[in-house]
């Protein structure tokens, strides 16, 4: 992994993936609580259309309809929410057991025990595998965001009258 700075003097991709992971989750959040206001407001709506005598049953089903699909846009928007913290949490574990591994190698080479590179390069090798399973999540969560995307131009294609 390449790495720049931090506590010791080094910056590794983890927290520069932790930061852009921080500022997507404050997105989600920011959406979630500006849509929850929006469902609000639009509940009363469909309540209101619902209720009354003097709408036809088609636009009550169509409201019934809205007040399905806002939630259900609510609890994907929330189980985004979940997956990112999951991530994260993820990401702060790979950082630990880097830097675990990073304490390892330094206190080995300083006790002389391993004087074999090859003993180091397999724990090189670790820290290579478990940068290729952070670099996988990364292409599922990219790939998760790409068909949200897509539901969503397909919703408001097919559904423009909802929500």
Same mark, same amino acid.
Do not use: C
């Given at each position: 992994?390449?790495?720049?700075?931090?506590?010791?003097?080094?910056?590794?991709?983890?927290?520069?993936?932790?930061?852009?992971?921080?500022?997507?989750?404050?997105?989600?959040?920011?959406?979630?609580?500006?849509?929850?206001?929006?469902?609000?407001?639009?509940?009363?709506?469909?309540?209101?259309?619902? !209720?009354?005598?003097?709408?036809? !049953?088609?636009?009550?089903?169509?409201?019934?309809l809205?007040?399905?699909?806002?939630?259900?846009?609510?609890?994907?928007?929330?189980?985004?929410?979940?997956?990112?913290?999951?991530?994260q949490?993820?990401?702060?574990?790979?950082?630990?057991?880097?830097?675990?591994?990073?304490?390892?190698?330094?206190?080995?080479?300083?006790?002389?025990?391993?004087?074999?590179?090859?003993?180091?390069?397999?724990?090189?090798?670790?820290?290579?595998?478990?940068?290729?399973?952070?670099?996988?999540?990364?292409?599922?969560? !990219?790939?998760?965001?790409?068909?949200?995307?897509r539901?969503?131009?397909?919703?408001?294609?097919?559904?423009?009258?909802?929500?």
């Amino acid at each position: 992994m390449d790495r720049e700075t931090n506590e010791k003097g080094k910056v590794t991709d983890l927290d520069s993936f932790l930061e852009d992971l921080e500022k997507m989750i404050t997105d989600y959040i920011r959406s979630f609580s500006s849509h929850e206001r929006d469902i609000s407001r639009q509940h009363t709506t469909y309540d209101n259309i619902i !209720k009354s005598k003097w709408n036809s !049953k088609e636009l009550k089903a169509i409201a019934s309809l809205g007040k399905v699909v806002n939630f259900e846009d609510q609890a994907r928007l929330a189980s985004n929410i979940s997956i990112l913290y999951t991530i994260q949490r993820l990401v702060l574990n790979l950082k630990i057991l880097e830097n675990k591994i990073d304490n390892l190698i330094e206190q080995l080479g300083e006790s002389r025990i391993i004087e074999k590179a090859k003993d180091i390069d397999d724990i090189k090798e670790l820290k290579r595998l478990l940068a290729e399973q952070y670099k996988k999540r990364e292409k599922q969560q !990219k790939q998760m965001e790409e068909a949200h995307k897509r539901a969503e131009e397909s919703r408001k294609k097919h559904l423009p009258y909802v929500g």
